[in-house]
């Protein structure tokens, strides 16, 4: 199956790495934040404390004139300045500044803020912030500076801050997303081959750049195991090979010399039990051949051959070849082809496959069974089915029922090889197609469902 | 006729030298591929049996070169290769049959002897005919004695193909192969079961039956001798 870029654990990578990634952004925005406009704003208090610690003095050593003086000079070269200056009596009555009034905001010493109405720009208001001390005497005296400019550069530097951020978060998510998928298509193509390879062609590789990167390492490793595997099924093959024909050639003679034998002999009793060998030797061989065919089949070289074949004909051609031996046992097989069932593969394997189905059925049913055999087509591809109502495989032997020379023990008595199932099993493999064994209630159903779309096959176990 | 067999298996060759002659046919035998490939250019021979793997020069290597040549006589390709790809790729390089080892004797002659006929009457035909039984290949009509015989589809093809091997052994594999177009060995013999609903409808209630079965070799049609 096919890798999901949200399944991955590149991306869960890049979702943690964006998380990281976002926290110290927000951190580093904080901290120029603290350090900039807080600064400013440090700024102004300290420049209105030293005033007010001027001022304190002036009073200390010139009393209530003094400072009146200062302020009235200060005022007069701020008017409506970013300076504000108020001297008040004990009543909060104005004496001199630049304000007209005692704020209403200003009831307790310390720090206050608030709006002053600006003449010049008719109702518009601006914001300040001051220090309110009581003079000995029970004077009040507001020394503060306008923030409405340093407050609208603080309001832009957040929204930039937190637009910045949003981008920066943004681009992280977007970067994250991009290399993951980037990672995700190496690995992907590594998978893509790994499934070429599990379907049977060992000749392929994993792809690699050339660049010596730990994906090409990976590639490069996983090559180098593909190559051994090469190297020892070469040498099993190889081994079984010889078995096969070592083994095969003395019984080609074998039956060569019964064959000669038999026709320069006239005894036709002595005829009559070379037949016999030689039919001995000739199931030996079938079963040889049989083990060699399902052999080659599983190496997989078969599929250059592969063709569209339409399975519907396939599945006709063996049920009129099988019919006549089904009426000997009084069976009846029902055809039930939807046309347009194609499938790419090899004729002749899916011939046999089909035909060793139909065989099975009609071997293992008693007399008078009923044998369907069905293509359809699916969503996912076509599926042939041949299903028959005898007595069927328990449950609990089905997966076992397709390895090499497995037999139910009832039926042990009717010929064959047991290898029958293996074949159609082989077969099923080459065509990536998925082979299952069910309960027809009562009987066998044995389903081949193949996959339409060519590369993206499932993986049958 | 005169058969050339290039095998390099000394106990196949003389296996095979022995049960042609014995058949009644004149043999010549190369050991390796380069006098085979000497004896097959005297084009002498009326069908050629070549082993697909020989010291000098291999099997396929010689049919090609025949080929080239413009040497059409028959070629019958025995194998020991299992796989069957080496069919495709043996009938692609020119040859005309292929026999797959180990093989019945009898397999071999009957397809050397279809092979060798082969070349003779190829004037297409419109009827075939065997004592009574006549086939009309275009209206694909049946008739033994001037009666009608129905046939399916499919024995009709049984039947054509047995005619026009009249008096010849035709085998099983042969016909699986040439009827069916099925290259494999079914599990059960089913072309036994054919074969005999073929016969009840064309040997039925005559007296003489044309249809015959030859012991371990296949079957042959042929009149009443």
Avoid: C
């Avoid at chain 1, 005829?271 to 016999?276: G, K, L, N, P, V």
């Avoid at chain 1, 089915?385 to 037999?407: H, L, Q, T, Y």
């Avoid at chain 2, 002659?109 to 275009?138: S, W």
């Amino acid at each position: 199956m096919r890798l999901h870029l949200f399944r991955t654990s590149t991306f869960r990578f890049a979702l943690v790495y964006v998380g990281l990634f976002a926290t110290s952004a927000l951190l580093l925005l904080g901290f120029i934040y603290v350090t900039t406009a807080g600064y400013a704003s440090r700024q102004t208090d300290e420049v209105i404390l030293a005033q007010i610690a001027g001022l304190a003095e002036q009073y200390r050593q010139r009393g209530l004139d003094g400072v009146a003086t200062t302020i009235a000079q200060r005022a007069a070269r701020n008017p409506r300045g970013h300076a504000v200056y108020l001297l008040a009596d004990p009543a909060r009555r104005r004496i001199v500044g630049n304000l007209d009034r005692w704020p209403r905001e200003a009831v307790e010493p310390g720090w206050v803020e608030f709006l002053i109405e600006d003449p010049d720009t008719q109702g518009e208001a601006y914001r300040a912030r001051a220090q309110f001390v009581q003079l000995a005497g029970g004077f009040h005296l507001l020394v503060g500076q306008d923030v409405q400019e340093q407050q609208r550069h603080q309001t832009l530097m957040i929204s930039a801050m937190a637009w910045g951020g949003a981008l920066t978060l943004a681009l992280a998510l977007i970067g994250g997303l991009l290399m993951s998928r980037a990672t995700l298509q190496r690995v992907e193509t590594i998978n893509r081959a790994s499934r070429e390879i599990i379907r049977g062609d060992l000749s392929r590789r994993m792809p690699t750049r050339g660049t010596g990167d730990e994906f090409d390492q990976l590639a490069e490793n996983l090559n180098a195991m593909l190559d051994q595997i090469a190297r020892l099924m070469d040498g099993i093959r190889q081994v079984s090979d010889n078995i096969a024909h070592d083994l095969r050639t003395p019984l080609t003679r074998l039956r060569s010399r019964l064959e000669a034998a038999r026709l320069s002999q006239a005894d036709p009793a002595m005829r009559a039990t070379i037949d016999e060998l030689i039919a001995d030797a000739d199931a030996l061989l079938s079963t040889f051949n049989a083990l060699l065919r399902i052999a080659e089949i599983e190496a997989g070289r078969r599929r250059a051959a592969f063709e569209a074949v339409d399975l519907a004909e396939i599945a006709r051609d063996a049920v009129e070849l099988y019919e006549p031996v089904a009426q000997d046992k009084r069976q009846t097989i029902a055809a039930d082809l939807a046309s347009g069932a194609v499938a790419k593969g090899d004729r002749h394997l899916l011939a046999q496959a089909v035909a060793n189905l139909l065989d099975n059925a009609i071997k293992y049913s008693p007399e008078g069974a009923r044998i369907a055999v069905t293509t359809t087509v699916l969503p996912a591809g076509p599926v042939l089915s041949v299903a028959d109502n005898g007595p069927g495989i328990p449950a609990e032997f089905r997966d076992k029922a397709v390895r090499r020379f497995f037999r139910l023990e009832t039926s042990r008595s009717t010929p064959g090889t047991g290898l029958g199932l293996s074949l159609v099993s082989a077969v099923a493999k080459l065509h990536g197609a998925r082979l299952a064994l069910e309960d027809n209630a009562p009987g066998l159903r044995v389903t081949l469902a193949f996959e339409q779309k060519q590369g993206g096959a499932a993986i049958p176990i | 006729m005169r058969v050339l067999v290039i095998e390099d298996d000394p106990d196949a060759a003389r296996f095979l030298v022995k049960g042609l002659k014995e058949s009644g046919h004149v043999v010549d035998h190369a050991d390796n591929g380069n006098d085979g490939l000497f004896l097959a250019t005297s084009g002498k021979h009326d069908v050629m049996v070549i082993d697909r793997m020989l010291p000098g020069m291999n099997g396929l290597a010689i049919i090609e070169a025949l080929r080239k040549e413009g040497r059409r006589t028959p070629v019958l390709i025995l194998s020991a290769l299992g796989e069957v790809d080496e069919r495709v790729r043996g009938l692609r390089a020119g040859g005309d049959d292929y026999l797959t080892k180990p093989f019945a004797f009898a397999e071999l002659l009957a397809r050397i002897e279809a092979l060798a006929r082969r070349g003779e009457a190829e004037t297409p035909k419109t009827t075939l005919v065997v004592d009574d039984l006549k086939m009309n290949l275009l209206a694909r009509t049946v008739t033994r004695g001037g009666r009608s015989i129905e046939l399916q589809p499919r024995e009709f093809r049984l039947l054509e193909y047995l005619m026009r091997h009249a008096g010849h052994v035709v085998t099983r594999t042969m016909l699986l192969e040439n009827v069916w177009d099925y290259h494999f060995d079914p599990q059960t013999n089913v072309i036994d079961v054919h074969i005999s609903r073929l016969r009840q409808k064309i040997d039925k209630g005559f007296a003489q039956p044309l249809l015959h079965t030859v012991r371990g070799a296949g079957y042959s049609l042929h009149p009443p001798r």
